[in-house]
């Protein structure tokens, strides 16, 4: 039997190197990316690009292929996949970079096109840029799959895809589970996007049960195939084919409306190839193009993105999500599994039909039907039938390797066909029956969310709010409409219930107890036992913050009565077994959790770790086996069984590749949680030196819990010392570390008050973030980041804009050309209404516009000079400078340019 070859090797490709991230923290409240929350915090952001070299650069590549097909993978940036090559035809049907050239559009900041890039919990991924964790996995059919894994760096869920590839077969598939490995519910969605080669001869196909298409967020609507009059404010003429790629000018998406069918792609009639994407369409709904069209945007991206590659434009697929925003929700400790499927495709046309078996193509113009199938099947029977009458009935082998045409020699009706290809043995391969038009209403677009005093009940408030929520939107809180939904009824348990959900994600916790205890009582009035046990799970939660685990324990114990909530509830009674040292009691909830959700990640974990624990090292062994080979990447089973076999724990943190201390810290919480201090302990150790300075924070916690005072002001210290995390604090667990390690010794802690004023403050918690920092600045006047950080809050949130400046200058005193903080002055003396004369001199004295490479600062200098009525001197530096924008930030150079040649027609 032929079987899937699998390779790793190194490959150097052209590369522009990626800038560094930057120090300081950004808390972006409501920036605003793909339409979406693109807050950034708490991880560092590219704010630049580099231009000035190309190096050849070596990455790992995995490299999977058979008789047909030949993947690569680059698992150092996001786990892409880089090139996709259809060894028939030689033709790339994903769109292959000749250069890494990253640009500032992915959520962090750099991004490179082509390929396939794998975008959740949002979209573009933040982590696009990131190496991914991998495992490649041989089945015993001979398939083989690559899978590639991480924790989001924004919520640290777990998104893992296998790419499978198996022998005989021209498709491969995308093997999806993402799981919420926390104790609270979020949102997600999950699209897969495609690159593709693009030009004036490629069609996008979308089923022919589609009609009309929507741009994102449904914020307009336009009819499919043909397309007349305003779509997202471009004016596209009458009667316009927009499947047709050269008809569309300006870039802009196309979101498919719901299908019944389960395929959709693009197809290069010039070439005669192209690329098929299916998936189940009742869970994976998304069927969208975006293009940069044709016109000078697009010529701009394409030479900032590729040196000689050319055109792109990418065909996304969605699964639990049809729209850009739109969210679905991943309930604590669950995994979501869903596959997708692409393949290549050549001589048929864009296709009437396609599966995962083949896809077909009724050419009525031309009166043929051509089948191309991703795997051989012999002596296939195939029938076209119209009107029921017999027009084909014909057997013929079908290949990947090469299309069948077969000529129709009678005449046919358009809307009464039946096509059916069966084995020889009567499988179905594929059935398309076409259906008369039916006139489908085309829906108005969505408008913007209405503030809280448009709704009338307090019904209405709370679903505004969750959809804020859900919806993770930049400008809006949800919290405004539930407070709202409050006033107009005090007793509204939902609006309680969530309330209370989110200021136990601030941290509030006393607060959060407060809120949930009355949804508790209001729930409880009539009924000791709701339908729903939310309310329980989630004070459950809140007193177990609270360290009053007794009681937490008798709350998740009500909760568990409800069957939704049982599976997390006893996964967070056995760990509450595991820091009260009672084992076999552990080990009896955590495999009940598991009897309710047998993909419990943090309950699957408890089973072994009990059996570890009362020496059961062979049922532990074999429990890590089967948790194994359902997830393959499960750190803290690997972890365990590294624990298990006696291994060195080092060799287990250097197999770590995507963000090592971060994944570290959310094992060691997770053992914390349970009471396992010394195993917490050990693996912080082992990681190497740089790392996060939570690492050494909670290194200290622990040596204090364990009464190691000694210790742990030697962890303190080393914590102090770390200059650049490349993760700031944000876990409820950083917070109480945090708070023990600066009450133990107040006055050697001037970093933790900093990191832990950064927690709060991405917590909304403001007043008490500035405490926290000034407490900083009195140890240590010196370090730029505080300075800078009570500037931010002062003049976004405490109302104190007087006293911004001399902090900001105070911070480039300490930190001289840091170019973040020359920005961020010259920002805010825009703001505060300075005079352009005196921003000009500033900047002049603080930036040579030869050297510097921040869009964002030229502009800046050039407003200046603008509102100077100086347009001459906005145009010598705006001439001269080569921007590179992120994307959306485009018209911010166009402004300036355009208000520089108005003023000089005016003066």
Known sequence: MNSTSVRVLRRAIPTYPQAEAEELPMFAENRVHQRTSGRPYPNRVVLKTLRAEKVDREYEIICLENEFLKIEILPEIGGRIFSALDKTTGYDFFYKQSVIKPALIGALGNWISGGVEFNWPYHHRPSTFMPVDYEIQHGEDGAVTVWLSEHDPIERMKGMVGIRLAPGEAIFETRVQVCNRTPLTRSFLWWENAAVPVNENYQIFFPKDVSYVNFHYHRSVGTWPKNSGTYNGIRLGEDIDIQQHANTKSPTSYFSAASQYDFFGGYDHGKECGVVHVANHHVSPGKKLFTWAYNQLSQTWERALTDTDGEYAELMAGSYTDNQPDFAWLKPYETKKFSQFWYPIHKIGAPTYANTQCALNLDQEHARLSILSTRAFEGANIRLTSEDKCILDIQRDLSPAEALELRIEKPIHPEALKIEVLTKEGNRIAFYQTTPKVAEEIPEPWTDLPGPSYFHSAQELHLAGTHVDQYRSPKDLPEVYWETALKRDPDYAPALIDLGALRYKQGCFREAREQLEHARDVLTRHNGNPCNGQIFYTLGLVLKALGETDSAYDTFYKASWDE????????????????????????????????????????????????????????????????????????????????????????????????????????????????????????????????????????????????????????????????????????????????????????????????????????????????????????????????????????????????????????????????????????????????????????????????????????????????????????????????????????????????????????
């Open 564 to 907: 939704a909530m049982r599976s997390k509830a006893l996964t967070q009674i056995s760990s509450i077994d595991g820091i009260r040292c009672e084992y076999d009691r552990m080990l009896e909830h955590a495999e009940a959790a598991l009897d309710h959700a047998s993909d419990n990640p943090l309950a699957t974990s408890l089973t072994i770790l009990a059996d570890l624990k009362t020496g059961r090292i062979k049922r532990a062994r074999q429990r890590i086996d089967i948790a194994l080979q359902k997830d393959p990447l499960h750190w803290m089973v690997r972890y365990l069984r590294t624990l298990a076999e006696g291994d060195d724990v080092t060799t287990f943190v250097n197999t770590l590749k995507s963000s090592p201390s971060q994944t570290s810290l959310d094992l060691a919480f997770e053992l914390l949680g349970a009471g396992f201090l010394n195993e917490a302990k050990d693996l912080l150790e082992a990681l190497p030196e740089g790392a996060d300075p939570m690492v050494y924070y909670t290194v200290a916690g622990i040596e204090l819990e364990l009464g190691k005072n000694r210790a742990a002001e030697s962890a303190i210290a080393r914590g102090e010392a770390v200059n650049d995390p490349q993760t700031y604090p944000f876990r409820l667990e950083e917070m109480a570390i945090l708070e023990a390690v600066i009450g133990h010794n107040p006055q050697q802690t001037a970093k933790a008050q900093y990191y832990l004023g950064c927690l709060l403050y991405d917590k909304c918690r403001y007043d008490e973030a500035a405490f926290h920092w000034e407490q900083s600045k009195s140890l240590n006047d010196g370090f730029a980041p505080i300075h800078r950080n009570l500037a931010v809050a002062y003049f976004s949130h405490l109302d104190r804009k007087l006293e911004v400046l001399p902090l900001l200058h105070k911070a480039l005193a300490c930190a001289p050309g840091d170019e973040q903080l020359t920005y961020e002055i010259a920002y805010v003396m825009t703001k505060l209404g300075l005079p352009p004369s005196e921003r000009l001199q500033f900047l002049k004295s603080h930036v040579d516009p030869t050297k510097t490479i921040r869009d964002d600062l030229i502009l800046e200098w050039a407003r200046a000079h603008n509102q100077a009525v100086d347009p001459q001197g906005a145009l010598a530096l705006l001439n001269v400078y080569n921007f590179v924008p992120c994307e959306g930030g485009e018209h911010a150079v166009v402004e300036q340019y355009m208000f520089s040649h108005h003023m000089m027609g005016r003066i």
